[in-house]
T-cell receptor, first 115, second 116 residues
Framework: KAGVTQTPRYLIKTRGQQVTLSCSPI?????VSWYQQTPGQGLQFLFE???????NKGNFPGRFSGRQFSNSRSEMNVSTLELGDSALYLC??????????????FGPGTRLTVL | GESVGLHLPTLSVQEGDNSIINCAYS??????FIWYKQESGKGPQFIID?????DKRQGQRVTVLLNKTVKHLSLQIAATQPGDSAVYFC???????????????FGTGTQLKVEL
């Protein structure tokens, strides 16, 4: 069974540009969550999607957005990139949203560098 | 506000010894806690979880202890092996479909180094 896949794995952008990251969940998983990982702030929750609807959102500015497609694949977009957006962006999938014993499986992440 | 923090940034242990990684949390409304392991270049990998109404849960070579009185969580790894070298995170979650969904609040992480 294939794991969570994220594309691209590495990305270099310049300030002011926008970027779109993609996540394909494990087959059959319908919930996708996104996290940002930086050395300074650690792992921070961005948002969660289930059945093409955003169910939860973290404390990030509106420049960060996402969506989910009918096949459960998800994309996140960051507009007007800032240097501080440089991070590892992780996607996690689970069968359904929420709760204990509903294990989330993480992908390898997309390493975004903003110059 | 909510926070989940770790006491030690780096823990060095000898191969074969037991490891104990600690975590403090501040949100008493947490419903469950999870320990993750993250190796270099990889995403976090689930190790073990525990519901907030439990004190202890055991897995293969790992045990999680929860002390709600002092809001403290620990991960014990028995007979630590070189393959256990990684960063370990505790994470806190709330509720299910009507609660926190899949939102997890992560601690800052502890680097476990296993010396041969």
């Amino acid at each position: 069974k294939a794991g969570v896949t994220q594309t691209p794995r590495y990305l270099i952008k310049t300030r002011g540009q926008q970027v779109t990251l993609s996540c394909s969940p494990i087959s059959g998983h319908r919930s996708v969550s996104w996290y940002q990982q930086t050395p300074g702030q650690g792992l921070q929750f961005l948002f969660e999607y289930f059945s093409e609807t955003q169910r939860n959102k973290g404390n990030f500015p509106g420049r960060f957005s996402g969506r989910q497609f009918s096949n459960s694949r998800s994309e996140m977009n960051v507009s007007t990139l800032e240097l501080g957006d440089s991070a590892l962006y992780l996607c996690a999938s689970s069968l359904v949203p929420g709760g204990l014993y509903n294990e989330q499986f993480f992908g390898p992440g997309t390493r975004l560098t903003v110059l | 506000g909510e926070s989940v923090g770790l006491h030690l940034p780096t823990l060095s242990v000898q191969e074969g010894d037991n490891s104990i990684i600690n975590c403090a949390y501040s949100n008493s409304a947490s419903d469950y806690f999870i320990w993750y392991k993250q190796e270099s270049g990889k995403g976090p990998q689930f190790i073990i979880d525990i519901r907030s109404n439990m004190d202890k849960r055991q897995g293969q070579r790992v045990t999680v202890l929860l002390n709600k009185t002092v809001k403290h969580l620990s991960l014990q790894i028995a007979a630590t092996q070189p393959g256990d070298s990684a960063v370990y995170f505790c994470a806190e979650g709330r509720g299910g479909l009507t609660g926190g969904g899949n939102k997890l609040t992560f601690g800052t992480g502890t680097q476990l180094k296993v010396e041969l």
